[in-house]
């Protein structure tokens, strides 16, 4: 039998030395079938580095240690069953075979499977996705909302086999038998984390009214304890988001009370176990009873304690209130007497018409008679002598108040003048024209505002000059250098006046 590594007959040469010749593809074939059948089925562990997604599918990546670096692709289809998607940096155990690709004469892995090497390395993910989630939100306590206090329905998504669904219906059925629905998935494994993910979006796409299943008001995620590998579906980043997207409120029960998944941190409730996600969905029946029953009674007495405290007061009102048939003999006597004098009114008011009427009624030259005779007692009493007399008095006096008023007037305006006189000569005497008068000038600017202080006026500046007699236009400093004050001789001391 010929060897994997011998190159075939046709190939050999016999040449001085005795070495035989390969073509490049013989070379190429050889190797390879060396390294498929050497490495047919191997375990490779190392980190990953720079994975990429190519267009079609398949997946390329290094695998690298502190000495070595392995080139390793996985071909779609099983990249697509990963369990682990490779991400940089991520310590990973993978399964395969070595082959080599003579277009590029190197040798590479084919990768079927992923898995993380360690539980070191999959707490290192873990972590680093809750960081990523959490910054995306996904786990505000703002996004969470109330469990019902009692669901008409509820949905389980867990195994349909073994103790949990068990446990669940059992605790549902002792507390408050509702109507449950479950849907069946796988719990760990390849493929769990899809199925966990269309359950929740299953859940919530049923609609709320005429659908084929009634929708749940609440959602239970359950599965019993395992360890972190066994748990780590419902750390994967689609089942995540599903629980984080649902419209119902969901409650998490994975594992025991010590695990602790990413699905929790998204959920509205977490359950240390599954029974106890069962207590915390539905209220116990028997514990519902006896306090309706309660409030029942406390509502019986209370209504009875309010209508014995309504009868007591409608008994004092109507002891106040005195016999109501006296009180209503009392008002048919008021109106028998009322009646009795309303007639009496009435037939006096008839009888004074009737006599009204009989009376003969006075004729239009009676009535003219009667009229003209008051006219002429009036015109008797309207003489014009009183009315002259009066106007004659009036006259005279609005006379003498004229020349009163006269008189008072001219007095005013003397004292006005006389006053306004003396102010002509307070204000002549205080005139700056009396100041000009002595030799002194008044300076002012462009808009004939005083200039009071050397510093105010500037080099160039045009003012006006104003004298006693007359006003002369001037620039400041105009006249070249100015000259030298002269000096003044110092004022006479007092023993000088002397």
């Not at 084919?110 to 070191?120: C, D, H, P, S």
């Not at 390849?190 to 199925?195: N, P, R, T, V």
């Not at 009376?359 to 003209?372: F, H």
């Not at 006259?395 to 108040?401: D, G, K, L, S």
């Amino acid at each position: 039998m010929q060897d994997a590594a011998s190159p075939p007959e046709s190939a050999r040469d016999s040449t001085p030395g005795n070495m035989p010749e390969f073509t490049v593809t013989e070379i190429s074939g050889a190797v390879k079938r060396t390294i498929e059948s050497s490495f047919e089925r191997v375990r490779v562990r190392g980190e990953v580095s720079r994975p990429t997604r190519a267009g079609s599918g398949h997946l390329y990546l290094s695998l690298k240690d502190d000495q070595a670096v392995l080139e390793a692709v996985c071909w779609r289809g099983s990249a697509q069953r990963l369990s682990v998607q490779p991400e940089e940096g991520m310590e990973v155990i993978a399964t395969g075979k070595l082959t080599t690709y003579p277009g590029r004469s190197k040798y590479q892995m084919v990768i079927e499977q992923i898995e993380l090497a360690g539980e070191g390395a999959l707490l290192k993910l873990l972590e680093d996705r809750r960081k990523r989630l959490a910054a995306e939100g996904l786990f505000d306590a703002e996004r969470k909302r109330p469990i019902p206090y009692l669901p008409r329905v509820i949905g389980v998504v867990t195994s349909p086999t073994g103790a949990v669904i068990r446990d669940i219906l059992h605790r549902l059925t002792d507390r408050f038998p509702v109507h449950v629905i479950v849907w069946p998935v796988l719990v760990q494994g390849e493929g769990a984390k899809d199925q966990i993910a269309r359950a929740i979006a299953g859940f919530n796409a049923v609609p709320a009214t005429g659908g084929r299943i009634a929708r749940p008001d609440l959602l239970i995620v359950a599965r019993g304890g395992g360890s972190l590998e066994d748990l780590w579906a419902f750390n994967e980043e689609v089942v995540v988001r599903a629980a984080a997207a649902s419209d119902i409120p969901l409650i998490s029960a994975v594992g025991h009370e010590t695990d602790t998944t990413l699905i929790d941190f998204a959920s509205d409730r977490r359950a240390p176990t599954p029974t106890a996600a069962a207590e915390m969905a539905v209220p116990v029946r028997a514990e519902l009873v006896a306090r309706i029953a309660e409030d029942t009674a406390r509502l019986a007495h209370a209504m009875a304690r309010r209508l014995a405290d309504g009868g007591n007061h409608l008994n004092g009102l109507a002891r106040g209130l005195g016999d109501p048939a006296a009180r209503i003999e009392q008002a048919q006597q008021r109106l028998d007497y009322a009646a009795q004098t309303a007639g009496s009114t009435i037939q006096r008011r008839l009888e004074r018409l009737s006599e009204r009427v009989a009376r003969r009624l006075p004729t239009p030259s009676e009535m003219l008679a009667r009229t003209e005779g008051r006219l002429t007692a009036l015109l008797r009493g309207l003489r014009i002598e009183p009315i002259a007399q009066r106007l004659a008095q009036d006259r005279r006096e609005v006379e003498r108040f004229a020349k009163a008023a006269d008189s008072a007037v001219d007095r005013v305006l003397k004292v006005e003048d006389d006053r306004l006189k003396g102010l002509d000569r307070v204000l002549e005497a205080n005139s700056f024209v009396r100041v000009l008068d002595r030799g002194f000038v008044l300076v002012r600017d462009a808009d004939g505002a005083p200039v009071t202080a050397a510093e105010e006026a500037r080099d160039g500046q045009p003012v006006s000059l104003r004298f006693r007699d007359g006003e002369r236009a001037a620039v400041i400093g105009a006249g070249g250098s100015r000259p030298k004050p002269k000096p003044v001789a110092p004022p006479a001391s007092q023993e000088s006046l002397f």
